[in-house]
């Protein structure tokens, strides 16, 4: 199943048991729309953590009755973080939503060697973007966390997003991991590293990954540019998770994608024990509703090791 549009993933979502999740830092307008809506979907039962004056004065007037649901008093940005880190890590809740917070303490809270939410992965960052136009959901890693990875932490990068796309139920992921050239060339050492992690997934995956590096953006996303040039390649044109070579270039690509293309952008944090939505504090509530339907969605699931 590949997902079209986020309206889909929503759509999934509802047809699954509301989610419990914490809030860190739900003192926020947006945030508590955001968390209105997707209780009035049903598909999550939220545990507010923030300022109870603030939340409540918010939520009067968005019309919420938040007084049915927990919240946890938490003044400052690592009470808000380690509160809601510490209700998933007690198994209370089965996500973790960002509110209104930076991501550095959100992300030390669930990392706290006090709790349990560690698994040996890198953390990492995956971006899904609804673009105008396209046929469907497209995701890209990391953008958001891992500066430069190295040869592993690419490599986890890429079973973490191979793992969430197989959770939210996409059959056989298409993987391509980017370059600004399909030739490997000792020139451009993204190219051979690329080829290696490609080779190395494919040989080492216990689940059925197409995965194919290093491919330019337009081979990855454009069946058009393939026939142009006469190529062939097994992701047809049609990859679900674009691998970028470092942050910069994922910064770009996703920022590019949300002001040039207007596509709206979900986000979430793997490689925790559960899924951590992370927007920035900027985003819609729309865009906050979607990454919130993702992480219910990838909640519902079972988890399925890929083999790392």
């Given amino acids: 199943m590949r997902y079209k549009s986020f309206k889909n993933v929503i759509d999934a979502a509802r047809t699954r048991p509301p989610v419990k999740m914490s809030i860190a830092a739900a003192h926020d307008r947006d945030v508590l729309e955001a968390v209105k809506v997707a209780v009035e979907l049903g598909i999550i039962e939220p545990y507010l953590v923030g300022d109870p004056q603030k939340i409540f004065e918010l939520a009067r007037e968005l019309d919420f009755s938040v007084e049915e649901y927990p919240v946890y008093p938490a003044y400052t940005e690592n009470e808000n973080a380690f509160i809601a880190a510490k209700l998933a890590s007690d198994a209370q809740v089965q996500a973790i939503m960002k509110g209104f917070v930076n991501s550095t303490p959100f992300l030390k809270g669930v990392l706290h060697k006090e709790l349990n939410l560690k698994t040996g992965s890198v953390i990492s960052h995956i971006s899904v973007f609804d673009i105008p136009g396209a046929d469907q959901l497209i995701s890209m890693s990391d953008g958001g966390i891992n500066i430069a990875p190295d040869f592993q932490q690419k490599k986890q990068i890429i079973l973490n997003g191979v793992e969430f796309l197989d959770r939210i139920g996409v059959d056989r992921p298409r993987v391509a991991i980017l370059a600004a050239n399909e030739r490997v060339s000792e020139k451009m050492p993204v190219t051979v590293e690329a080829d290696h992690l490609a080779m190395l997934i494919k040989n080492e995956s216990s689940k059925p990954i197409l995965i194919e590096g290093p491919l330019p953006l337009d081979l990855a996303i454009s069946r058009g540019s393939l026939l142009h040039k006469g190529l062939e390649s097994e992701l047809e044109g049609a990859a679900d998770l674009l691998i970028v070579p470092t942050i910069e270039a994922g910064n770009f690509l ?55």
């Fill in 254 to 308: 996703g920022k590019a994608i949300t002001y040039f293309a207007k596509g709206t952008m979900a986000g979430i944090v793997l490689g925790a024990k559960v899924p951590l939505v992370l927007n920035s504090r900027s985003d819609t509530a729309e865009a906050k509703l979607a990454s919130i339907a993702l992480a219910v969605v990838a909640a519902s699931n079972t988890t399925v090791s890929v083999g790392r």
